[in-house]
T-cell receptor
């Protein structure tokens, strides 16, 4: 059974820091991996999607990498801002199942 | 914006009563999902649909049923609500075309069973 783990569970950093959020999964036979952002009381917003054949995706200050063989993905946020404060979740999709399996998320606070 | 609307957004109901949550989409996406989100458990899949009248169970389907009689609507029914079903329920759809495989979520439905 696929399990997705996110470390750390919570993170507090001063504004301007570069930071890395980690996601690990136990079964490397994934179809793709997505990173989401969730603001309090809101739904999830897709940030980046990495297909299993890709190594990384970039969008603005965000960069996500994927290493299937080691079962790891990282989300790199450059020059963090208070507006980046949110919970970040990763989710993997298994081959052809079209079902996402989520980690529990990392709650990020960027202090002004 | 993938045009997803959930209703009701907030509901308080009594134990033992049936409850139906509605997910409406405006873009004819084939795949729709219902998740619940609970502290310590993250998001867990309840049921999903891959077309009109085509549905399947997810990880935590006991006590829930779904129906999809039209492409745009996916209904989640709690047949007899229990306190353990107090949760936030999210509907999601799978994008197609240039946004293929990206998952879009609704704003959530907060359900309290007392």
């Amino acid at each position: 059974k696929q399990e997705v783990t996110q470390i750390p569970a919570a993170l507090s950093v001063p504004e301007g820091e570069n930071l890395v959020l980690n996601c690990s999964f136990t079964d490397s036979a994934i179809y793709n991996l997505q990173w989401f952002r969730q603001d309090p009381g809101k739904g999830l917003t897709s940030l980046l999607l990495i297909q299993s054949s890709q190594r990384e995706q970039t969008s603005g200050r965000l960069n996500a990498s994927l290493d299937k063989s080691s079962g790891r993905s990282t989300l790199y946020i450059a020059a963090s801002q208070p507006g980046d404060s949110a919970t970040y979740l990763c989710a993997v999709e298994m081959d052809s199942s079209y079902k996402l399996i989520f980690g529990s998320g990392t709650r990020l606070l960027v202090r002004p | 914006d993938a045009g997803i609307t959930q209703s009701p957004r907030h509901k308080v109901t009594e134990t033992g009563t049936p409850v139906t949550l509605r997910c409406h989409q405006t873009e004819n996406h084939r795949y729709m999902y219902w998740y619940r989100q609970d502290p310590g458990h993250g998001l867990r899949l309840i049921h999903y649909s891959y077309g009109v009248k085509d549905t399947d169970k997810g990880e935590v389907s006991d006590g829930y049923s779904v129906s999809r009689s039209k492409t745009e609507d996916f209904l989640l029914t709690l047949e007899s609500a229990t306190s353990s079903q107090t949760s936030v329920y999210f509907c999601a759809i799978r994008g197609t075309g240039s946004s293929g495989n990206t998952i879009y979520f609704g704003e959530g439905s907060w359900l309290t069973v007392v």
